[in-house]
């Protein structure tokens, strides 16, 4: 079975500064999609960015970006600039071919202190 | 705004009673997802439908059931309520329920039980 891995309970930086949050995943397929979803007190479930599995080319959106490590099934997501607004849950998630669903991590709730 | 659209926003009921949570899908999308985000479970995946039909499920409960009508809003009935149904239930859409389409979430339906 899938799984998704978010140790970092909580985490919590200085405005402007950089972050990264870190995930592991656990599947026997090659090729899959990984996902970095935010979660801010509105309850809103937000896309930030995506991963194809089959791409060896990190993810970038803006100041969001990912560091993929297939072979250790890393996918770990670095804001950089950190601004008040990132402050949220955020989480991973995963989805696979002949698996519809996706699968999330546990979350990881970033505080960005002014 | 992902253009996912869920009603009501907030549910108060009561044990025993039943429920129905309705969402329509971003415009052009065929296919509807439902997840629950609860405290002890997380964000775990209930069932998916693909223009009408039902394509996958997950650990959806026997006391719950969802359809996807004609016009492709969807909605899950919650029946015999438990206190641990109390949750946040997110319906997402994707155009055609392929696994390297990305999913949208909507704003989420707070179901409280007393």
């Known amino acids: 079975a899938q799984t998704v891995t978010q140790s970092q309970p909580e985490m919590s930086v200085q405005e402007a500064e950089t972050v990264t949050l870190s995930c592991t995943y656990d599947t026997s397929e090659n090729n899959y999609y990984l996902f970095w979803y935010k979660q801010p007190p509105s309850r809103q479930m937000i896309l930030v960015i995506r991963q194809e599995a089959y791409k060896q080319q990190n993810a970038t959106e803006n100041r969001f970006s990912v560091n993929f490590q297939k072979a250790a099934k890393s996918f770990s997501l670095k804001i950089s600039d950190s601004q008040l607004g990132d402050t949220a849950m955020y989480f991973c998630a995963f989805i696979d071919f002949g698996n519809e669903k996706l699968t999330f991590g546990t979350g990881t709730r970033l505080t960005i202190i002014p | 705004d992902s253009g996912v659209t869920q009603t009501p926003k907030h549910l108060i009921t009561a044990t025993g009673q039943r429920v129905t949570l309705r969402c329509s899908p971003r415009s052009g999308d065929l296919s509807v997802y439902w997840y629950q985000q609860s405290l002890d479970q997380g964000l775990q995946f209930l069932i998916q439908y693909y223009n009408g039909e039902e394509r996958a499920k997950g650990n959806i409960l026997e006391r719950f059931s969802a359809q996807q009508f004609p016009d492709l809003h969807s909605e899950l009935n919650l029946s015999s309520l438990e206190l641990g149904d109390s949750a946040l239930y997110f319906c997402?859409?994707?155009?055609?329920?392929?696994?390297?389409?990305?999913?949208?979430f909507g704003p989420g339906t707070r179901l409280l039980v007393l």
């Open positions: 997402a859409s994707s155009a055609n329920g392929r696994t390297q389409e990305t999913q949208y």
